[in-house]
């Protein structure tokens, strides 16, 4: 079972369009972050969200958590090739708990 | 500053035979885990260990998967004996605390094809 469900699977877009994945869960989460991962490294953190409701900016990137703790969207404007990548959101369950990966948004932005 | 170091970062074996992946965490940081990646199943954790000690080894499949962490700033991951079903992108990463409020640090992986 997979807790943690991130759609779309595949996003194909031109630059300068504008993009919202999403990751969603029946499980209520302590925290939650989104990792971009390139061909051939490993994934890098870009945000934790810890706060129902929260929503954080980073550059072009909108990072909201549901009021529920339960779901997260990424929002990107004018996308860039640059950010093409694998997209993953991985929840916490408490300070002890496993820290739960979805499979990913795989983004790809053609120039 | 050096990052997750892992080794090698590609292995082509057969099926049946050892293979042994390693990992140089980030030095001071008391966490590291191994993850498993494959189209399929995505990212999954096999192991993870907190100042040398393994805390939570549910996520290795088999008693073939054993991993170790002799000290602070080196560990492996052994399968013995691989099978096809193992390819993968093997993930070593390391955090600092035990919040999961924390960043992980990963590496650049191990990717292992087992014929």
Known sequence: TQLLE????FLSIQEGENLTVYCNSSSVFSSLQWYRQ???EGPVLLVTVVTGGEVKKLKRLTFQFGDARKDSSLHITAAQPGDTGL????GAKGSQGNLIFGKGTKLSVKP | DAGVIQSPRHEVTEMGQEVT???KPISGHDYLFWYRQTMM???????YFNNNVPIDD???PEDRFSAKMPNASFSTLKIQPSEPRDSAVYFCASSEGPRWTGELFFGEGSRLTVL
């Open chain 1, 6 to 9: 991130q759609s779309p699977q």
């Open chain 1, 38 to 40: 390139e061909p051939g």
């Open chain 1, 87 to 90: 997209y993953l959101c991985a």
């Open chain 2, 21 to 23: 992946l390693r990992c």
């Open chain 2, 41 to 47: 199943r995505g990212l999954e954790l096999l192991i």
């Open chain 2, 58 to 60: 549910s996520g290795m």
